[in-house]
DNA sequence: TTAACGACAAACCAGTTGGTATGTCAATAG
DNA sequence: CTATTGACATACCAACTGGTTTGTCGTTAA
């Protein structure tokens, strides 16, 4: 009775298998794209079955746009922008997040090979889906505005000059980032991300007062 | 004799027909990725046969490589190394090139709404095929070399510091341009570009000695 | 004059893809 | 005890897609 009930629980639970589902269409997006995603690919990942997906989603763009707001931005949320929300030291913690980009979210190789998930979806769905576009502006907003609200801080503290547009310079940090990324992924070489990496630290170098 | 020679000659061209389906499928790739790319759409763009196609590029993929060899990397040398080789003042002509982008290349609404064809095919591409990657990454370097020599000459003319390591500076500044399209590509507004590109332009002038 | 060839056209094909219709079965409500 | 429902499984399909085969026709070389 008891182990019939738990085999049962085990086999059959429906937010447990959701949420595989959505682990696995995500890892297809991220490396083959949104339309290069396949869900017999998904299918297979899940050992599930086609009436089992179409079960929990009622098509292919809805399980897409459930990656979105499921997966890939508390992603981000939970990589970058917590770190950032709970450094004492706003600048150098702006600087620390970045130098450890690689070693962030997933194995460096991951990042290296597949780049930033949200940027990817960004590049490839903005201009041709604009419920893709709105999730994906919504989770770059919110990220500029923790990189925004970190330099107001560190401008506080007197570590940036005063007369620096922090919403500014948050748009091209954050762009900064994402071209780093970008630029490293086709090279396919940390080597060139932390080259990169460094003209970005210098830049936010440059803010400082000069003594 | 001459008028039926004429007529022969516009029908069939095969350099001419060669190159509609090379900006046909350019097109196409621009706007939907490669992957998203149908060669129905080619065929139909130029109004000729899948026979015809096929005739002249032996599959997808090698139609492919030759937008990028034939189409992107030239536009990429036009548009963007030209101008800089050729302007007295390097480092205000860096800047202009960056000021200009919206303009430049296409029509403005153009680059908003799909961003860099380069940078577009090597987000898509450079994990999945290692021809497209390295057809890509060769456009990405030359690009950065003439940004570094660009950088090196205003360094002779000290409009920018000695210290300043040119080929991490062009690296980055390659990137994050990058970066900047793809932002408010995403965001389509032009008015972000704006706002990323003045980041941009600050962390260049950043470069300059302090007087 | 004719055989070969280049440049295409038309028709066709097999594999894939997103999506659907139907069936099964255990849990739960009445 | 039974009717219903949620959570899947199985089988299937129409549309599409890259690619192939075969055919046409004007030009060119021998």
């Given at each position: 009775m008891e182990n019939l009930e738990a085999v049962a629980r085990a086999e059959r639970n429906p937010d447990q298998t959701r949420q595989r589902i959505l682990e696995a269409a995500f890892m297809e997006m991220y490396r083959n794209g949104f339309q290069g995603m396949r869900l017999d690919e998904v299918i297979a990942a899940t050992e599930l079955t086609k009436g089992a997906l179409y079960h929990h989603f009622p098509n292919k763009r809805a399980l897409g746009y459930a990656v979105v707001d499921e997966v890939i931005i508390p992603t981000v949320e939970a990589v970058w922008l917590q770190p950032l929300k709970s450094s004492a030291e706003p600048l150098q913690g702006l600087i620390d997040v970045i130098e450890q980009m690689p070693d962030n979210?997933?194995?460096p190789p991951e990042m290296i090979r597949y780049g930033c998930p949200l940027n990817n979806l960004a590049q490839e769905m903005s201009p041709l889906d604009e419920g893709f576009r709105q999730r994906l502006d919504y989770a770059f907003r919110v990220w500029q505005d923790v990189i925004q609200q970190t330099l107001e801080r560190a401008q506080q503290k007197r570590?940036?000059?005063?007369?620096?547009n922090c919403e500014e310079v948050a748009t091209f940090i954050m762009a900064a980032m994402e071209g780093c990324i970008g630029l490293a992924k086709n090279a396919q070489s940390m080597e060139r991300l932390h080259v990169c990496n460094r003209g970005l630290i210098q830049f936010i170098r440059s803010l400082q007062p000069q003594k």
């Open positions: 979210e997933h194995k570590h940036i000059r005063a007369g620096v």
